[in-house]
């Protein structure tokens, strides 16, 4: 049997990084069905969101909840239950855990602890808006959301002036008529995809200029989750 696999061994338990669909649940692997399946608890940032998943593949594990705001409180029980002997799986609300998601604080105490983390594949958002964007993949920089306040994304696009790498970044529906204007008016009026619902009943690929792509969002409303692939600049 494969080493990482391998549920007949005695403690500690191992951590499991698990991907999980970030829209169509056909997207979910084998492997990532079998752990969830043979782990003794998961971790999930969003828990009535999971049941869905679990539900429709007949999967009867308990749950727990582990988000942004309880995460380092809820991170040595967690530990605990490992250094016990259980096997635990981390789950975000859809894609991989730590990419933007909770569980950097949790990964480094269990290697802090000698606990083995296992990353189980699955997708992303980021690599999925890359792989189309057209632009240049031999390299890119990941940003995240740049931030909450006009001034700290106005911060950090100005460090961004002269990356010429390919640049992604993630935003929420409510803010990105005020990100694409922020972006044109800091990087000015440079090539852009916009990912909308990657992988969703709704999925959009929206390419142009900055200024075009606001045009579209100005006669529409934003809805869903956007992923934004930014040209470096020449």
């Known amino acids: 049997m494969n080493k990482i696999n391998d549920f007949s061994r005695k403690s500690p338990g191992r951590l499991y990084i698990v991907g999980t669909p970030i829209g169509n649940l056909e997207d979910v692997s084998f492997r990532t069905i079998h752990i969830l399946k043979k782990v003794g608890l998961i971790a999930a ?17 308990p749950l727990t909840s582990f988000f942004e705001h309880n995460e380092e409180k809820k991170t040595p029980y967690l530990i605990d239950k490992i250094k016990k002997g259980n096997d635990v799986a981390l789950v975000s609300k859809a894609g991989m855990p730590c990419i933007s998601d909770p569980g950097y604080y949790l990964v480094k105490k269990a290697v802090e602890n000698n606990i083995e983390v296992v990353p189980i594949p699955g997708p992303c958002a980021l690599i999925l808006a890359v792989a189309i964007s057209g632009f240049s993949t031999r390299s890119f920089v990941f940003e995240g959301f740049l931030g909450r306040t006009k001034n700290q994304r106005i911060k950090k696009l100005k460090e961004l002036l ?10 929420a529906p409510h803010r990105i008529e005020k990100v694409l204007s922020e972006i044109r008016k800091v990087l000015g009026d440079r090539q852009i995809v916009v990912a909308r619902e990657l992988t969703k009943k709704f999925e959009e690929i929206i390419r142009g200029r900055v200024s075009e792509v606001e045009k579209i969002f100005s006669q529409k409303k934003p809805q869903g989750e956007f992923t934004l692939v930014i040209e470096g600049t020449k």
């Not at 940032?45 to 594990?61: A, F, G, N, V």
């Not at 002269?162 to 935003?171: F, S």
């Open 162 to 171: 002269k990356e010429k790498r390919t640049i992604v970044i993630y935003e």
């Open 45 to 61: 940032e969003d828990t009535r969101h999971t049941r869905k998943l679990l539900s429709h593949y007949d999967i009867h594990t």
